[in-house]
């Protein structure tokens, strides 16, 4: 539909930065936004997780966490 499109002006986008489906693909899409529409806005709105002691629900959240960070700050316009 982006292609048929007279105006667009960019792309928002909600995600969890935490892990599972929002961490991984949501950095994909991302990314393949940032690749084929490079001149226009991506603004994210990201849910970041509770950085407790004790509170994580997976392992590797820290991680995802991170990685995922590394991609919003490549490739989206605001967060």
Not at 28 to 41: G, I, M, Q, R, V
């Amino acid at each position: 539909e982006s292609d048929n499109s007279d105006s667009l002006e960019g792309f928002v986008m909600a995600h969890s930065i935490a892990g599972g489906t929002g961490s991984g693909m949501g950095s994909y899409l991302l990314e393949a936004l940032n690749d084929h529409f490079p001149k226009k806005l991506v603004q994210t709105y990201s849910v970041f997780p509770n950085w407790e002691r004790n509170q994580s629900d997976v392992v590797v959240q820290p991680y995802n966490s991170v990685l995922t960070l590394k991609r919003l700050t490549l490739n989206a316009d605001a967060v």
